[in-house]
């Protein structure tokens, strides 16, 4: 069973288009993170949100915690090639931050010139 | 100041082998998870160390084992491996056992054949 998952599996675009990528789950996380992944190497964080209902921006990306804490969303507007990627949503349950996070599966974007 | 680093970058094993990885933390943080990430796939928790102890541990079978060292490192040790073993082994530092955002190194590729 898939705790988190992420839509679309995969993803290509033109460069300039703009794509939202999700992550649903219907547990409850106390935080959740964004990563980014590119091949042989390991996920790079770009982003943690905590309370419910927070958006938070960097540069051209967009996340978004759902108000209930069980979702979240990555905006990208005027994609690059640079943005080819795995991205990846990880969530941590519990009262607190246990050290243990949950992975959806991916979605793998790939923005052509 | 280096991030986490992993060694080796790659490695191949014969079925029934054992294998040692190997995991420096990022300066200044004490706890270290460890994940196995299969081709096309979010990573899943192994287990996470933390004051030389593992105190969390996923779904993985008794094969896969560890080690936290006084200086915080950490190694990943798998038995009699199996050809599903293969995949990339990350390894995640945290400052704290329960908060603080996690770093990943860049992964050892093991290949079973």
């Known amino acids: 069973t898939q705790l988190l998952e992420q839509s679309p599996q995969f993803l290509s675009i033109q460069e300039g288009e703009n794509l939202t990528v999700y992550c649903n789950s219907s547990?409850?996380?106390?935080?959740l993170q964004w990563y980014r992944q590119e091949p042989g190497e390991g996920p790079v964080l770009l982003v943690t949100?905590?309370?419910?209902?927070e958006v938070k921006k960097l540069k051209r990306l967009t996340f978004q915690f759902g108000d209930a804490r069980k979702d979240s969303s990555l905006h990208i507007t005027a994609a690059q090639t640079g943005d080819t990627g795995l991205y990846l949503c990880?969530?941590?349950?519990?009262?607190?931050?246990?050290?243990?996070?949950?992975f959806g599966q991916g979605t793998t974007l790939q923005v052509k010139p | 100041d280096a991030g986490v680093t992993q060694s080796p970058t790659h490695l191949i094993k014969t079925r029934g082998q054992q294998v040692t990885l190997r995991c420096s933390p990022k300066?200044?943080?004490?706890?270290v998870s460890w994940y196995q990430q299969a081709l096309g796939q979010g990573p899943q928790f192994i287990f996470q160390?933390?004051?030389?102890?593992?105190?969390q541990r996923g779904n993985f079978p008794d094969r896969f084992s560890g080690h936290q060292f006084p200086n915080y490192s950490s190694e990943l040790n798998v038995n009699a491996l199996l050809l599903g073993d293969s995949a990339l082994y990350l390894c995640?530092?945290?400052?704290?056992?329960?908060?603080?955002?996690?770093?990943f190194g860049q992964g050892t590729r093991l290949t079973v054949v």
């Open positions: 300066s200044g943080h004490d706890t």
């Open positions: 547990s409850v996380f106390s935080s």
């Open positions: 990880a969530g941590a349950r519990g009262s607190g931050n246990t050290g243990k996070l949950i």
């Open positions: 995640a530092s945290r400052k704290g056992r329960y908060w603080g955002e996690a770093f």
């Open positions: 160390y933390y004051e030389e102890e593992e105190r």
């Open positions: 949100v905590v309370t419910g209902g």
